[in-house]
């Protein structure tokens, strides 16, 4: 699944034109390199966002399509979740 897609999907980013363009702006970065929003996640991967303020640091645990609303956080394990330093 596309990078942006599965962001999307997993409700991370709530739009997916907004996880593309965090993907182009190099705000996304899978397993420490900048990431396409075109990138194919699999399992175990390690995904860093920056958003706004925020740094999100999460590993994928399952890859599907479609995902009820309830069900969309078991997609992914957040490994850090820290507000920027000023």
Known sequence: MRL??????????????????????????????PARASYDVKEGDILELQLGPRSVKAEVLTVVEYVRKENAGEMYRILSDEAAKA
């Open 4 to 33: 942006d897609k599965y962001l999307k999907v997993s409700r991370i980013i709530k739009r997916r034109t907004v996880a593309n363009e965090a993907c182009d702006a190099g705000r996304v970065l899978v397993n420490g390199k």
